[in-house]
């Protein structure tokens, strides 16, 4: 099985240190959707819930040796 991801959007926040998981956390942000992707969320009811996956593309700059 392959896995491959396309981004659709960008998460923003300017926290700088960010708890390990989400149920012990208290920081907001905001999610930017590309606009080609914007009008799926259009047809979702508004009690839908959504799972937001994400991989982080700058932790190196600030964990070189991760």
């Known amino acids: 099985m392959n896995i491959k991801f396309i981004p659709i959007g960008t998460v923003h926040t300017a926290a700088r240190n960010l708890p390990r998981h989400w149920s012990v956390s208290h920081v ?4 930017e959707i590309l606009p080609e992707y ?12 959504l799972w ?6 700058r932790v190196r700059r600030l964990y ?3």
């Open 38 to 49: 914007t009008g799926v969320f259009r047809t979702l009811p508004p009690t839908s819930a």
């Open 28 to 31: 907001e942000g905001t999610l």
């Open 52 to 57: 937001c996956c994400f991989i982080f593309t």
């Open 64 to 66: 070189p040796n991760c």
